[in-house]
C-alpha cells in the first residue's frame, strides 16, 4: 500500500474546483496544487534552460528555412486547413498543470513526412503579462470561449527518410559564367565537326539544379561519371576529378581549386568540391542543391558529367513559435520569468540537442500525453471521459514518432493503456501505471518520478540514461553525486517553474522530507528552509 502521505496526496489532486463566470458554472477537475502551502524555496539558473545551449531564435529558423513564417501558412503546409475530417486529426483541449499551468488547445495531423502538431496558449492576463496561476479557470474559459491564444508552439516532425539515388546530367555549358562571357551554345557530346544537322542547344547560363532540397545534417553521397573538353586548344578532356592541378585563378568559380572538376552548392551558399565521389554530413543553411564544373566559361567546350546523389536525413523535429497574431516568434514565455529563447526553451523538456554551428536541432521528440497531470474543463465535450479516444489518439500519433526497440517514451505510452494497446478504438488510459524498473517502490514512482520528473526526462534517454525509467538508474545518479545537488543545493530540478514549486509546496510541503527518507532516495538536505 501507499504511504499515508500519498492517500492525502490523492485526497487533495480529486479536490473539484468551483468557478463562478459570466457565462455559468465551469468545473474545473483533476491533478495540481491547491490549498494552503508554503511558498518554495529560491533556485538557481533560470528554468527551463539547461538545454538551450546557446540557441538563437533568428539564427534556428534561418537554417530551417521559417524565417518569415506565419502560423496560417504552417497550418496550409501541414494540411490543418481546409479543415481535415475528425478521422484524420486528432484535437483535445485540457489545462496542463503538471509543468506549465496554461490551458491548451492541442491539434495533430499525420501527414506524408512524418507528425505535425500545434497547441494554442491560454492564459489569466493581467496587466499585459501571463500569469501562470494553478487556478485553472480563467486560462480553460478562456478557451471554451473562444478567446485568442496569447501564443501558439508548433512542432514539426519528419520520419528518416533516404532522397534518391538521383540521376543528375551536369553539361559542360552549364554554370552561371565569369568572365569572359558564356557562348551562346552548348557542346555536344564529343568535339563536333560542325556538320549539317548538328543540334546545338543554347547555353542555360545557370548551374544545374538538382531538384534536392538539402538540410543541415544531411549525409550526402555523390558521386559522378563522365568527361568533359574544355574547350581550349592544346588540352584533354578530363573527368569529375577536373585537372591534377590546383589553381588560384579568381576566374575560377572555386578556387584555390582543380579546374573543371564537379562542384556543389547549396542555395547561395558557396560551392564546394565533388569531385568523382564525396561522402559528408552537410552543415549549411538549407537551400536547393545545385551542380556545376568548376569552368570560368561555360559553353565553350563539349561533354557532361553523369551524377548521382543521395541523401540520407535522420528523424528531424522542428520548432515554431507564433503570437496572437500569428506571427512567428524567436522567444516564448513559459514560465513568470519570461521570454526565453526558441528552440532552448522547448529542448528543456523535448529533448535533442542545439548545434550552434548549423543553428538547428536534432533528436528531440514528441511528449506523451499524461493524462493524470492535466485538468478538465467541464463544459460540453471537454472532459476527461469525452476526449479520452482523442488522447488516445494523440498518444497513438506520438506513439507513431518513435523509434523501434526500447523507447522510454512509447513505454510509457504502452503501459498506460494496459492491457490493451494505444491503437485499441475504446482504450482508456491508466493513471496506476508504473514501469517494471520501479516495481521496488512503486510509491516513490507515484508521489514524486511520474508527477515532478517524468514530464520531461522521458525525452531525455535511452542514451542519455536520464529517462528515469528505473530505480536504479536514479540512484546511480545519487551515488555519481549529481543528484543531491540538482535538488537539495543549487535546487535546479524540478526544472519547469511549475514542477519545482510543486514539489516543495504540494501536500503541505511534505515531498522534500520524504525523498530524504532511507526507503526512498536517502537524500540529504532536501528539507525546505
Not at 130 to 157: H, I, K, Q, R, W
Amino acid at each position: 500500500m501507499r504511504p499515508e502521505v500519498l492517500a492525502l496526496k490523492t485526497l487533495l489532486r480529486s479536490v473539484v474546483l468551483i468557478g463562478i463566470w459570466a457565462i455559468g458554472v465551469v468545473a474545473i477537475v483533476g491533478s495540481g496544487g491547491g490549498g494552503s502551502e508554503p511558498q518554495p524555496p529560491s533556485h538557481s539558473g533560470q528554468f527551463l534552460s539547461l538545454r538551450s545551449g546557446g540557441s538563437d531564435g533568428a539564427s534556428y529558423y534561418a537554417a530551417i528555412g521559417a524565417t518569415g513564417d506565419t502560423f496560417e501558412s504552417f497550418k496550409a503546409r501541414n494540411g490543418f486547413e481546409p479543415v481535415q475530417a475528425p478521422d484524420l486529426s486528432a484535437s483535445a483541449a485540457y489545462f496542463n498543470a503538471g509543468d506549465l499551468n496554461l490551458g491548451r488547445d492541442m491539434h495533430c495531423l499525420p501527414n506524408t513526412t512524418g507528425l505535425a502538431c500545434y497547441v494554442s496558449n491560454h492564459a489569466q492576463i493581467a496587466n499585459g503579462n501571463v500569469v501562470f496561476s494553478d487556478d485553472a479557470t480563467a486560462a480553460l474559459t478562456g478557451l471554451t470561449n473562444g478567446e485568442t491564444p496569447f501564443a501558439t508552439v508548433a512542432m514539426e516532425y519528419a520520419a528518416p527518410t533516404t532522397i534518391g539515388p538521383t540521376n543528375v546530367v551536369v553539361r559542360e555549358c552549364d554554370g552561371v559564367p565569369t568572365p569572359p562571357a558564356q557562348k551562346d551554345s552548348c557542346g555536344g557530346e564529343t568535339r563536333p565537326g560542325f556538320a549539317e544537322g548538328e543540334i546545338r542547344s543554347p547555353a542555360s547560363g545557370l548551374d544545374r539544379d538538382s531538384g534536392i532540397d538539402v538540410q543541415p545534417g544531411d549525409v550526402l553521397t555523390i558521386t559522378a561519371t563522365g568527361t568533359m573538353d574544355t574547350g581550349f586548344f592544346f588540352q584533354t578532356t578530363n573527368g569529375p576529378n577536373g585537372y591534377a592541378n590546383i589553381d588560384n585563378d579568381p576566374k575560377f568559380p572555386l578556387h584555390p581549386s582543380f579546374p573543371f572538376a564537379l562542384l556543389g552548392r547549396v542555395g547561395s551558399n558557396a560551392y564546394f568540391l565533388i569531385g568523382q565521389a564525396l561522402a559528408t554530413t552537410y552543415t549549411g543553411s538549407a537551400g536547393r542543391l545545385f551542380l556545376r564544373a568548376n569552368d570560368d566559361t561555360p559553353g565553350n567546350g563539349w561533354g557532361h558529367f553523369d551524377v548521382s546523389v543521395t541523401v540520407q536525413r535522420a528523424a528531424t523535429a522542428r520548432f515554431y513559435v507564433y503570437d496572437g497574431a500569428g506571427v512567428l516568434q524567436t522567444q516564448a514565455a513559459l514560465d513568470s520569468e519570461g521570454k526565453k529563447n526558441v528552440p532552448g526553451i522547448c529542448l528543456a523538456c523535448h529533448g535533442g540537442t542545439y548545434n550552434t554551428v548549423t543553428h538547428t536541432v536534432s533528436g528531440a521528440s514528441f511528449l506523451p500525453f499524461n493524462l493524470k497531470s492535466f485538468k478538465y474543463s467541464s463544459a460540453s465535450g471537454l472532459s476527461r471521459a469525452a476526449q479520452e479516444q482523442s488522447f488516445r489518439r494523440l498518444n497513438a500519433m506520438v506513439k507513431s514518432t518513435r523509434p523501434a526497440g526500447f523507447d522510454p517514451i512509447s513505454d510509457f505510452i504502452d503501459g498506460m493503456y494496459q492491457p490493451q494497446t494505444v491503437n485499441t478504438p475504446g482504450a482508456i488510459a491508466r493513471d496506476d501505471y508504473v514501469p517494471a524498473g520501479w516495481s521496488g517502490n512503486p510509491n516513490l514512482y507515484n508521489g514524486v518520478i511520474r508527477p515532478y520528473c517524468t514530464g520531461c526526462h522521458l525525452a531525455l534517454g535511452p542514451s542519455r540514461d536520464l529517462d528515469f525509467t528505473s530505480l536504479s538508474q536514479v540512484l546511480a545518479k545519487k551515488a555519481n553525486g549529481s543528484l543531491q545537488p540538482l535538488v537539495c543545493s543549487t535546487r535546479s530540478m524540478p526544472h519547469s517553474e511549475v514542477a519545482f514549486n510543486h514539489f516543495w509546496t504540494d501536500d503541505g510541503g511534505s515531498w522534500p522530507a520524504y525523498v530524504e527518507r532511507p526507503d526512498t532516495l536517502g537524500l540529504t538536505g532536501c528539507t525546505a528552509p
